[in-house]
């Protein structure tokens, strides 16, 4: 109840991993544990900032990626223009 | 001014140092309360701290001036160059993110800054959070630099740079107390106007209790929200602000019932204390959802599943609160 958090668009595909470590290192999350190859060990942290995908060399991990920020999507909402952050600076 | 031996160069490095002036200082103010936005620009071009050699590292940064000056800063006691990508006046992790701190950029930087000529190694180190927008792999196809993501803060730099690794603490992002409070006082300005208009309008309307009340719920939602994120209940920030707004409407409302109008009738009590604990914690949620973009951990399937399940909850409640207020004004 109350945690709209739970589910993300975050997939990852062991099979195709080839341990190169840049997964958890990009992560600010910490989703991936460290090992000889990369274990997806928090899905429900995952921000969807898509670091890890477009680092990937084997597409392995693939996220949609976007900016959580509710006003911004307000905002696309009510004037039709493409959603962006309208905060960041 | 002077360049390294090893460049003479035909591309300029400028010359920067980790100290801070007072016009650095305003400038960063002006920055923090949004003050011509979009104009706290670094030129974008490869710079030079220290006396650097063609074996010192390069630090890439965006051209914000909160962002370059924080690594400038960092960097102290260390040798080093700084090449700063243009990234519009954009932060690091939001440039990232729309992908202007990215991988063609880089590649470009890279090759009008003729950095190949300048360092002797093939690798540059670039804060983890401008990894959304840089694919490692390609840069080091298209430029032959290989991508090294250091920490996330530049303040962890000089350890970072001892040993090239970082500790799991030095690549997770935050959001501690200082973190939002920093925050808080611009979310307040933003929602300034509305403010202002809303209490001389419910004084006239409702006397010191009305202002009273949309003063409290909009720095409830603006101050208190932030502070308290990691303490109210539940996991949506929605459901956090709703239950602070309703403690924040409770206290008015008793502050009202038991004291400021204590003398009216108890229809009238009833029906406004319903109307406020509908109009005013709405309020507080709706702001409390807009501080998602303001946070460092809000995935969007999550902030869209939040506006689906509560957005016209919201409305609704808030507008049944102005109906039975202004039926309750004429009983």
């Known amino acids: 109840m109350f945690n709209s958090y ?81 905060d960041c600076s | 001014m002077q360049t390294t031996d090893a460049t003479a160069a035909e591309v300029p490095i400028l010359p920067t140092s980790s100290v801070l002036t007072w016009k650095n200082r305003w400038d960063h103010i002006q920055a923090r309360w949004r003050w011509k936005r979009g104009e706290h620009r670094v030129m974008p071009s490869l710079y030079s701290i220290g006396r650097p050699t063609p074996d010192s590292p390069v630090l890439v940064s965006a051209n914000y001036t909160l962002s370059f000056d924080a690594l400038r800063t960092a960097l102290y006691s260390t040798d080093a160059y700084i090449l700063v990508i243009n990234t519009f006046g954009i932060n690091v992790w939001c440039a990232a993110g729309k992908g202007t701190f990215g991988t063609e950029e880089l590649v470009e930087r890279i090759e009008t800054s003729g950095l190949a000529k300048v360092v002797r190694h093939r690798t540059v180190i670039l804060p983890q959070l401008g990894a959304p927008g840089v694919a490692g792999h390609l840069v080091k196809q298209q430029s032959g630099f290989k991508v090294e993501y250091g920490p996330v803060r530049a303040e962890d730099l000089p350890e970072y740079l001892k040993t090239h690794k970082a500790t799991p603490e ?155 207020n202004i039926i309750a004004r004429f009983l």
């Not at chain 2, 959001?175 to 004084?203: C, H, K, Q, S, W």
Request: hydrophobic share 50%; net charge positive.
């Open chain 2, 170 to 324: 030095m690549r997770r992002v935050r959001f501690n107390m200082l973190d939002r409070l920093t925050l808080a006082p611009v979310e307040l300005l933003g929602y300034f106007l509305y403010l202002l208009i809303a209490a001389i309008a419910l004084y006239f309307w409702d006397g010191w209790t009305g202002s009273l009340m949309v003063l409290l719920a909009i720095v409830g939602g603006t101050i208190f929200f932030p502070s308290l994120l990691p303490w109210l209940p539940t996991k949506d920030f929605s459901t956090k602000g709703w239950s602070l707004g309703l403690v924040i409407t409770l206290a008015v409302v008793l502050m009202d019932t038991l004291w400021l109008n204590a003398d009216a009738s108890t229809t009238h009590k009833i029906l406004s204390t319903v109307s406020n604990l509908l109009l005013w914690p709405p309020v507080t949620a709706f702001i409390a959802l807009n501080f998602t973009g303001a946070s460092t951990f809000t995935s969007r399937s999550g902030v869209k599943a939040e506006m689906r399940s509560y957005i016209r909850p919201m409305a609704i409640s808030f507008i049944l609160g102005i109906m039975l």
């Open chain 1, 6 to 86: 739970k589910v993300n668009t975050l997939q990852y595909v062991p099979e195709l991993c080839i341990g190169c470590a840049m997964c958890w290192t990009v992560c600010p999350h910490g989703v991936f544990a460290e090992g000889k190859t990369a274990q997806l060990r928090k899905q429900e942290a995952c921000m969807e900032c898509g670091a890890c995908a477009l680092n990937c060399p084997t597409h392995a991990i693939a996220v949609q990626s976007g900016v959580g920020c509710a006003s911004g999507m307000i905002k696309a909402a009510i004037t039709g223009k493409p959603n962006e952050c309208c």
